[in-house]
């Protein structure tokens, strides 16, 4: 996993949830290199946000064996674990860097509220665009009851490293 666009290291996150009934707080992600293979993330409400407090711990690696790239998550905001792949061919020309991952759930999740509705059920999928320094993360999540069924982007992350 070793990269210029390395994942690493602790990152300040600049969130922005685009349909929430009120927008996210600043959060602080930490991230470490776990044995050349994974990588761990903890990310937790930034000191001094108001915030309520949570944890979302998450782990991201490229397997080797299917070609893919796989990613599993816990929030504390949403008990329950969520499992992500990449799909699309994820072989390169020899020399490029992957710039753009693109993780899709292997479940549907559900949040205890979501605007005006409770347990709202919803699938998803992530874009992570990699950068020398910073990361951009897309949330598209598309509901599975209501009015309307369409993909939306629910949420950016854009983390900025900052050592």
Known sequence: MRSSYSLAGIHALVVACFVSASALAPAVARRRL????????????????????????????????????????????????MYEKSYEDSARNAGQEQRIVRLYLEDNFVLPRWGNTANAAFKGRKVIELEKDRQIVRLYWTPLAGESAEEFLAGEYVYTRQR
Request: glycine share 6%.
């Open 34 to 81: 776990i044995g050349d293979a994974f990588i761990e993330e903890v990310m937790e409400a930034a000191p001094g946000s108001g915030q309520e407090p949570f944890t979302r711990i998450a782990y991201f690696n490229y397997n080797k064996v299917t070609q893919r790239y796989e990613a599993i998550s816990m929030d504390t905001r949403a008990p329950q674990m």
